[in-house]
């Protein structure tokens, strides 16, 4: 399929294919109590407001949450690099039965729920014409995406719903949260390495800006910067893309100019916020239930101060900015899958650490301390697990009674949680366990590596940030975050390789 066919295949797009009503739908029998997810009442309390009066984000009801088809989980096959496909493998999937894999019917112990919780994860929730993979492939190869051992792309998936149907499988949690190293050892739940071109690659310039426009649209603010890309043809939209590097992504509610890093699943268990500007709460499972399933799709029903997001590219045309699709034409996960996922979440492990304790890093350790660091990276954790405001945001008195709140301003770059959908006014203070193998740091991702983010000359205008630096932008400021700036080279030295040891 080529061209035009396969641009209005991508048409249907991501949108369509994320609420896209199963065709092989089957029910599974549940044989297990689990937390209900769209509970009202806990979502009214467990997602944060944006940093501006009068725009009350409210959630879709749980009535017609619970209207959406529920989600069929299907066995997921690896995709190949080009180079690395067996001989006639496509063939041979297109002979293969579908395979249901999950059934809450047959889960029993822990474990069984955990490795079911897997197969959610890694299952695709927009489903492409098989075609697909060849532009995937160039864009992973383009942009230096590497190739895990085993010759696979983690990130994507095949899906056989119905014989002889071979489907390209896209937007699983671990397209995006699944981290290859350079040497190819892949770490499940770390910070992703996915293109952000891969994500919601424009079919033609009219779907591409309303995709665009639905995905970061901010209805409260002044000069939206989506409003700039209404006047952008596909090129200059994917030029922006691209200067995302890997680890970084415009997740929706994000923007195209503000990306923010994709953070570090593993330990997320322990985090009490979720989101770099603590969008949510984390009190329980069932609050990691809502995060994926409002992540998902479903807070794209979501009413931001009247404007629901999903309307401009719902699967029925000509929707107002305020209505929402017939709940039946969507899908959403199971509250067993969601269940699962979360237990499956909680259960991953971080790599074995091959940077031992040693002289320098002990010294590093007395840095740490001498400097004030514990006091927001708090041992074991490394996370006191509050919030932070962002220059210019008052804090509500009423915040000072619900949240946990270091009052200090660490000065970072406001934009993100100040002028996003995403945005609380705040940041919250990230974990720093398992920094040796992620990168890069900062909200958005602006420096690569810990040395480029304690050298003082980050703060500088002229400086060229080794990260995320932005669409058309030569050099700029990593303002903020003054602590350890002013170490002796060998105090940083010593600092860094302790923080390796995390
Ligand atoms: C398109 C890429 C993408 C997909 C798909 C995706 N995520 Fe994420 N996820 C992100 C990004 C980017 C963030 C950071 C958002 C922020 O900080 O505002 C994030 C944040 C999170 C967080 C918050 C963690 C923290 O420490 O703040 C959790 C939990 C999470 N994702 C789980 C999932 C699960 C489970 C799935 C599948 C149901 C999923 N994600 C699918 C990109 C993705
Ligand atoms: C007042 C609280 C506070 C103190 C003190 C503090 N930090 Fe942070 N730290 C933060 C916050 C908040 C961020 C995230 C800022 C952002 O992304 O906008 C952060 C980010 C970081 C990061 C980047 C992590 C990532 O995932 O992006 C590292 C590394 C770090 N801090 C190390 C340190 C070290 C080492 C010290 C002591 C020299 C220190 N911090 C002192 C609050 C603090």
Not at 120 to 147: C, H, K, N, Q, S
Request: glycine share 8%.
């Amino acid at each position: 399929m080529q061209g035009k066919v396969l641009f209005d295949a991508i048409a249907r797009g991501v949108f369509a294919a994320l609420f896209a009503a199963d065709l092989f739908s089957l029910v599974p029998a549940y044989a297990q109590a689990v937390p209900k997810t769209w509970d009202e009442r806990a979502l009214e309390t467990g997602v944060i407001q944006p940093p501006v009066a009068h725009a009350p984000v409210k959630h879709i009801p749980a009535d017609y949450y619970y209207r959406m088809r529920e989600r069929v989980i299907y066995r997921t096959y690896p995709v190949y690099s080009s180079k690395r496909e067996p001989p006639g493998y496509l063939e041979k999937l297109a002979l293969a039965e579908p395979e249901v894999v999950f059934d809450a019917g047959k889960l029993h112990t822990e474990q069984d729920w955990i490795g079911a919780g897997k197969q959610v994860f890694r299952y695709p929730i927009g489903l492409f014409p098989v075609d697909m993979l060849a532009v995937w492939r160039t864009i992973m190869e383009r942009t230096g995406v590497p190739v895990a051992r085993d010759g696979t792309y983690p990130h994507l998936s095949i899906v056989v719903p119905k014989k002889g149907v071979v489907m390209a499988g896209f937007l699983s949690c671990a397209t995006c949260h699944t981290r290859i190293q350079p040497d190819g050892s892949v770490i499940e739940g770390g910070q992703g390495t996915v293109p952000d071109l891969l994500l919601g690659f424009p079919p033609d310039v009219q779907i591409a800006r309303a995709f665009q426009r639905a995905l970061f649209r901010v209805p409260w603010i002044d000069n939206d910067p989506i409003d700039r890309v209404q006047k952008m043809s596909i090129d200059e939209i994917n030029a922006i893309k691209a200067a995302m590097p890997l680890g970084v992504v415009a997740r929706h509610g994000t923007s195209l100019f503000t990306p923010v890093q994709i953070p570090d699943l593993i330990g997320v268990r322990e985090r009490r916020y979720l989101d770099r500007t603590g969008l949510m709460r984390h009190r329980d499972i069932g609050d990691m239930m809502r995060y994926a399933a409002l992540n998902q799709g479903a807070d794209m029903l979501s009413d931001y101060a009247g404007y629901r997001p999903v309307a401009g590219v719902a699967p029925v045309a000509g929707l107002k900015d305020d209505h929402l699709p017939p709940p039946e034409a969507l899908e959403r996960y199971s509250d067993p899958q969601l269940f699962a996922l979360a237990k499956y979440v909680y259960s991953l492990a971080p790599p074995p650490n091959p940077n031992g304790i040693t002289d320098p890093s002990r010294r590093g350790e007395a840095v740490f301390a001498r400097e004030g660091c514990a006091r927001c990276h708090t041992p074991p954790l490394y996370n006191s697990n509050k919030l932070t405001p962002a220059r210019g945001f008052e804090i509500p008195e009423e915040h000072r009674r619900t949240y946990e709140i270091e009052p200090t301003i660490v000065g970072t770059d406001t934009d993100l949680t100040m002028r996003t959908r995403r945005g609380t006014g705040y940041y919250k203070i990230p974990s720093l366990l398992g920094v040796w193998y992620r990168g890069p740091f900062e909200h958005s991702g602006s420096v690569a590596t810990l040395e480029d983010w304690f050298d003082a000359k980050r703060l500088r205008s002229d400086y060229v940030p080794t990260g995320f630096r932005g669409f058309g932008v030569e050099h700029r400021a990593v303002p903020g975050h003054p602590f350890g700036l002013n170490l002796s080279a060998d105090d940083k030295a010593a600092l860094i390789a302790f923080l390796k040891t995390l």
